[in-house]
């Protein structure tokens, strides 16, 4: 149990539905983070919060939408996905990004299958 | 922006022998270079890191080294057993936010 919980496990949805992927961290960090981990390819970040404030948007479509409502929870809202987002989605939080050891701890991940 | 590298993608080790992965990463300015393991149906877990004023660190089985002028860093894992079975990433970080990851290594452990 690494201290950071993703929930639902699995997900379908077809192109035209919207869908929200849940991340809870138990661990009191300050820094939370949505990866995309795909098939033999480097994971991608996606958004980076700290202390509720987005850090980082790489260049992620606007069919993804983030929510920091608070230290310990990240959403990431689904819209009118495409198939070639399905993936595994990966939430991480970490103590503080800013400085020195940069210790991302990561939650199981949100399989999602888009038809 | 940085761009690390991973080999080789695939590795399969008879149990006990030693495993070796590498990484090379583009920018000089990276600083901090973690290996995370993922097993099946879980997130990647942080293993072992190296800041870049070290050249070496070892925890049990697993060591890491560096260098710096080549712009490259290793994950050795020696007496290697089943439960090593995964697939491990490497990662290079200028010690903010960011951490750019290799592609990964699925390293299967034959009893």
């Known amino acids: 149990e690494t201290g950071v919980t993703q929930t639902p496990r699995h997900l379908v949805m077809g192109m035209t539905n919207k869908k929200s992927l849940k991340c809870e961290q138990h661990?009191?960090?300050?820094?939370m983070y949505w990866y995309k981990q795909s098939a033999k390819k480097p994971l991608e970040l996606m958004f980076v919060?700290?202390?509720?404030?987005?850090?980082e948007n790489n260049s992620v479509p606007s069919r993804f939408s983030p929510e920091c409502p608070n230290s310990s929870h990240l959403f990431l809202h689904l819209h009118t996905l495409q198939p070639e987002d399905s993936a595994l989605y990966l939430c991480?939080?970490?103590?503080?990004?800013?400085?020195?050891?940069?210790?991302?701890?990561f939650g199981a991940g949100t399989r999602l299958s888009v038809l | 922006g940085e761009n690390v590298e991973q080999h080789p993608s695939t590795l399969s080790v008879q149990e006990g022998d030693s495993a070796v992965i590498k990484c090379t990463y583009s920018d000089s300015a990276s600083n901090y270079f973690p290996w995370y393991k993922q097993e099946l149906g879980k997130g990647p877990q942080l293993i072992i890191d190296i800041r870049s004023n070290v050249g070496e660190k070892k925890d049990q089985r697993i060591a890491v080294t560096l260098n710096k002028t080549a712009k490259h860093f290793s994950l050795h894992i020696t007496e290697t057993q089943p439960e090593d079975s995964a697939v491990y990433f490497c990662a290079a970080s200028k010690a903010d936010y960011k951490l750019s990851f290799g592609a990964g290594t699925t390293v299967t452990v034959r009893a």
């Open positions: 661990l009191g960090h300050n820094a």
């Open positions: 991480a939080s970490s103590q503080d990004g800013k400085r020195g050891r940069n210790i991302q701890y």
């Open positions: 919060y700290s202390l509720e404030e987005r850090v």
